[in-house]
């Protein structure tokens, strides 16, 4: 769900002039999930960019207390939110964790890393949705360990509907910064993609786990 329709489209808006948006029908991403895909949206690029990345840090510490209000702790899902995460921990003066996709075989063992107590509550913070899969992973790692998770903040959903599934099953609240509806509009505004690549992203976006690429 968008909170905010400004900051939806800033914020497609920055991931753009940044380049954060890949393109590639020819040689398509292979998404976490084994999809493939002409499109990859790379939020990790904001952390090189200091304004931008406190365009977004200061976005979800207002968000976060306006949703939630002061979570026990933030927690970012490894490692593509760990960056964004800590930001936004430290601007609201909160402990931090990570959780990573599984518990590490050596040293202790751990799948999250940092202090958590049982009985805490938690507002996690995550780059990106696509199938969800990542992102509800780490809910389940933090709930198993006794966490109370208010919620979820991400700066960008795809907007699947298997995403949406998955969130309503484990029963999270989740909000995100933009989404792919926000970014192709802003993209085709600013003519970032152009028009037969907008044709084609609307046809992928119908059935992405079935697109295949055309040769
Ligand atoms: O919603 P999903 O289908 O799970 O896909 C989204 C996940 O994919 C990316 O992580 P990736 O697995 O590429 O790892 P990284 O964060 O370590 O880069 C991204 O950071 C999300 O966590
Ligand atoms: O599903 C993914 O793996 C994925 C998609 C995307 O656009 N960006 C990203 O970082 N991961």
Not at 140 to 159: C, T
Request: aromatic share 8%.
């Amino acid at each position: 769900m968008i909170l905010n329709k400004e900051t939806a489209i800033k914020t497609a808006e920055v991931l753009l002039q940044i380049k954060a948006i890949k393109l590639e029908p020819q040689e398509p991403f292979t998404w976490a999930s084994g999809w493939k895909s002409p499109i990859y949206c790379d939020n990790r690029i904001v952390l090189s960019y200091p304004l931008i990345r406190n365009f977004i840090r200061e976005n979800f510490a207002k968000q976060v207390e306006e949703i939630y209000g002061k979570p026990d702790v933030i927690a970012a899902v490894a490692t593509g939110a760990i960056g964004i995460g800590m930001l936004v921990a430290e601007y609201l003066s909160l402990p931090f964790v990570y959780v990573r996709p599984e518990a590490k075989s050596h040293g202790r063992k751990n799948q999250i890393e940092g202090n958590l107590e049982p009985g805490q509550t938690v507002v996690v913070i995550e780059d990106l949705i696509s199938t969800g899969g990542s992102s509800l992973n780490a809910v389940k790692a933090l709930r198993d360990s006794g966490a109370n998770v208010k919620g979820m903040l991400a700066i960008f959903s795809y907007g699947f509907d298997i995403a949406k599934e998955n969130i309503k099953n484990a029963d999270l609240d989740v909000h995100t910064l933009s989404n792919y509806d926000y970014l192709i509009d802003t993209a085709q505004r600013t003519s970032y993609i152009k028009e037969s690549e907008v044709e084609l992203l609307k046809s992928w976006r119908k059935d992405p786990a079935k697109w295949i690429p055309e040769s």
